[in-house]
């Protein structure tokens, strides 16, 4: 195995994120307001689970391209695939922090989905 100190970026963006969300609760807490009512880990879950929820509608909207550059479109698979992509940013909008079984689906069907559509789309190019 190679060893290389090149910064793993997801790791970079986690310390990053990690960062911003203990300096907002400490303005919460210098500022005498309440205690946040979510744990980072929480908070991160959430957001990894936004963030797959944006990568399945990309996909949707890839696969709405894909279909709209036939030569004769399926309209029912447009409708579908629209109605897909519409019921997940429903999903998006109305998920809370505290959703935490719904988070812990999201992340693991979905994110099962986008790491096989990456798959699928990235061969070769490593």
Request: charge should be negative; glycine fraction near 4%.
């Amino acid at each position: 195995m190679q060893h290389t100190n090149q910064a793993d970026p997801v790791a970079d963006s986690k310390r990053e994120f990690s960062r911003a969300v203990d300096d907002i609760k400490a303005g919460i807490l210098a500022a005498g307001e309440p205690r946040p009512e979510w744990t980072q880990d929480e908070a991160i879950a959430f957001e990894c689970a936004r963030e797959v929820i944006t990568d399945m509608m990309a996909i949707c909207t890839g696969r709405i391209a894909d279909e709209m550059e036939k030569e004769a479109p399926d309209a029912d698979r447009l409708a579908a695939l629209r109605a897909d992509r519409s019921k997940l940013a429903q999903e998006r909008a109305a998920l809370h922090v505290g959703d935490h079984a719904d988070i812990a689906r999201i992340r693991t069907d979905y994110g099962a989905t986008v790491r096989a559509w990456r798959a699928e789309h990235t061969k070769g190019e490593n």
